[in-house]
């Protein structure tokens, strides 16, 4: 059976992803110009709860859309069987625009690299910012965030899990040991 240790309850995922939002208006100084994208799945889920905490600290609706990645992945060629493919949601132009891009866990950077590419076919933001909500480090490409909920140092053999009310029933971030 694999250990599991909770790194994060609910009350902890929501203080982080208000700090987040906090965060994010004093690097943009404000709202204005800004749009949020979140990384399908658990990104979207991080991504609209971001965008509320800004609506309530700042009283303004943040633009907000959902992107799938996985026709831009370096590994869907080692994928066996047909790839998911769901829907990319910005229906607005991002031109121009502060967007930032939103993931559950950063782990590699490969996941990241591939929303930009996918990001590009778009338009061209004036910048990307990046916020994750677990830091877990172990990069193989130059990717750092710029908002971070929890930095959660692991080795190679732990895994983590993010689990959201909206996709998982309850909020907890997980450290399981590989098997």
Same mark, same amino acid.
């Given at each position: 059976m694999k250990e599991k240790v909770k790194i994060l309850d609910q009350e902890g995922i929501n203080r982080a992803i208000m700090r987040?939002?906090?965060? @994010?208006?004093? #690097? &943009?100084?404000?709202? /204005?110009d800004l749009c949020i994208v979140g990384i399908r799945n658990r990104g979207v889920y991080i991504a609209?709860?971001?965008a509320a905490s800004i609506k309530q600290i700042e009283?303004?609706?943040?633009?907000t859309?959902?992107?799938?990645?996985?026709?831009?992945?370096?590994?869907?060629?080692?994928?066996?069987?047909?790839?998911l493919v769901r829907k990319t949601e910005i229906d607005f132009d @991002?031109?121009? #625009? &502060?967007?930032?891009? /939103?993931?559950?866990v950063l782990y590699t950077g490969r996941a990241i690299r591939a929303a930009l590419d996918a990001l590009i076919d778009f338009g061209r933001p004036r910048s990307i910012?990046?916020?994750?909500?677990?830091?877990?480090?172990h990069r193989e490409l130059p990717i750092r965030a710029d908002f971070v909920g929890k930095n959660i140092p692991t080795s190679?053999?732990?895994?983590?899990?993010?689990?959201?009310?909206?996709s998982d029933g309850s909020d907890e971030i997980?450290?399981?040991?590989?098997?």
């Open positions: 987040i939002a906090h965060e @994010i208006i004093e #690097k &943009n100084k404000g709202s /204005v609209q709860r971001i009283g303004v609706d943040v633009l859309g959902a992107l799938d990645i996985t026709l831009y992945r370096d590994d869907l060629a080692l994928a066996s069987g047909q790839p @991002i031109n121009d #625009k &502060n967007l930032v891009l /939103v993931d559950d910012q990046l916020a994750v909500l677990v830091d877990r480090g190679k053999k732990e895994s983590v899990e993010v689990h959201l009310k909206e997980l450290i399981l040991e590989k098997e």
